[in-house]
Each structure stands twice: as C-alpha cells, then as structure tokens.
C-alpha cells in the first residue's frame, strides 16, 4: 500500500453535490472518521453498482459517527447519479482531478480499454447489473480509475488505501467494516468480474 500524505491530500479542493460549496477535504475528516469512496465516473455501470453496495453500510457508518462520502471526477452524469438514489452518503466532485492523482488512481488508454468490449465477462457483469436495474452510460471520462480512502478523526492516520487495479476491483463491505472497527451484518454483492466497457454500456 503506498503511502498517502494526508497533510497535503487535505488541503486539495471538492465541490459538494449538495450546495456547490468548495470545501478541503481535510474539513470532512475533521470531527468524524470518513470512508471516501473514488468513483471513476457518474455514469459507469458498474461504479453505479459499487455505489449500491457501498450504501448498505450507510447506516451502520452513521451509527457509529463515521461519514460516507461518494467522489466524482467530475459532473457528467452527476444529476441523474443523484435522481436514481444509488448512493446513500455526501457526494462530492474534484473538478481536478488533484485528489485522484495524489492517491496514486491511475489513468486506462483507449488501447488499454478495447479488448474488453468483447470478453464474457463484460457481457456477465452487464447483465447482471441490468438484471438489478442498473444502468450506465458513455458521458464523461472514461479513462479515469477509482478506488478508496478510509481516514481517522483528525486526520490521525489512514485506516485503508484501496487503489483499482480492474474497474471491477472494489473494498468487500466486510474490510471497510473491519479497518474501522465497526461491526456490520451486511455484506458485498457478488463481486463484479468487469473491464472498462463494462462500466460505460
């Protein structure tokens, strides 16, 4: 896991979803624990997914005095993310990109991204989250990987760093629960086996 400097990801800048108001990140994690959870785009299908996943700890995470907050690298397909309810947290957007980039989110290329339109996998993961009425679409950057940060009170230390590898790589809800100490009955969905395009069909 490589190391984050939360001193200087602190002091990057998010817009909230809710009132367009800048904030430093720092100032989330000041009174409250936070999970923070890095979507590669608005409108992935599968990101969509792992937001509906995520959500299901929501109120064990409010219980316990710890916020769930939902990033964007951007606004394309924010309203719509919003209007369908696949979150239950605060969403925020780093317009640029800066927390992404400290936390070491790595960027695909079109090359990178081509093989996978045609695999199985994309085809299984579609359907399945079709099959729960999730869908996506191709607006925004479709370059951009995700992933997931967990900070103490304070900014006291960082309790998790989950970097994608895949776009279907995700942190089990069991794991965010355990790395705050929390106890949770929920668990994750079944894991989505995907590649890029399964995040934008």
């Not at 079109?110 to 695999?119: E, K, M």
């Amino acid at each position: 896991m490589a190391s984050v400097d939360l001193g200087r990801v602190g002091k990057n800048v998010v817009k909230s979803a809710e009132t367009g108001e800048s904030v430093e990140l720092q100032s989330l994690w000041q009174d409250q624990p936070v999970v923070f959870f890095f979507l590669r785009r608005f409108g992935c299908q599968v990101c969509r997914w792992m937001a509906s996943d995520i959500s299901k700890l929501e109120p064990d995470l409010r219980a316990s005095g710890v916020a769930l907050v939902g990033i964007g690298p951007e606004e394309f397909g924010l309203q719509e993310f919003k209007d369908k309810g696949f979150f239950k947290g605060s969403i925020y957007v780093d317009e640029q990109k800066k927390t992404y980039k400290d936390l070491g989110f790595k960027r695909y290329t079109a090359l990178s991204v081509v093989p996978a339109a045609l695999g199985k996998k994309v085809r299984d993961v579609t359907a399945k989250a079709s099959a729960e009425g999730i869908q996506g679409n191709f607006s925004g950057d479709l370059l951009q990987s995700g992933g997931m940060l967990i900070v103490a009170k304070g900014g006291e230390k960082v309790l998790l760093h989950f970097i994608q590898d895949s776009p279907g790589d995700h942190v089990p809800l069991e794991d965010i629960s355990k790395s705050l100490g929390i106890s949770s009955k929920v668990t994750s969905g079944q894991r989505p086996v995907c590649n890029e395009d399964v995040c934008t069909r």
